[in-house]
Nanobody, 121 residues
């Protein structure tokens, strides 16, 4: 199983980035997918999640700015990030769960390696 993230980088505050996570080795359409992030010295937190039926939920800190979506034909989940803030700086991780992801306590079956997002002020 592989979850391969891409799309991270350095952006100025107010800018946008789109993260992608390509999955292989799983039946993608049967997995809930999510994006987490972890800033230095902080715990990993759930940013956004999408169910098998494409229902979504978001952390309060990103609501209205981030959008998670999935393309089952491409086995890929996306995170569109707009109006980025310096506090969004973190390593962003893709995650997959056969049972779905609804909170930070949800069981994650597979993790990606992470992609760095840095927002400068």
């Amino acid at each position: 199983v592989q979850l391969v993230e891409s799309g991270g980088g350095l952006v100025q505050a107010g800018g946008s980035l789109r993260l992608s996570c390509a999955a292989s080795g799983i039946i993608f359409r049967l997995n809930g997918m999510a994006w987490y992030r972890q800033a230095p010295g902080q715990q990993r937190e759930l940013v956004a999640a999408i169910t098998m039926s494409a229902s979504t939920n978001y952390a309060d800190s990103v609501k209205g700015r981030f959008t998670i979506s999935r393309d089952n034909a491409k086995n890929t989940v996306y995170l569109q990030m707009t109006s980025l803030k310096p506090e969004d700086t973190a390593v962003y991780y893709c995650a997959a769960s056969r049972l779905g992801i609804t909170s930070t306590r949800s069981r994650v079956d597979y993790w990606g390696q992470g992609t760095q997002v840095t927002v400068s002020s």
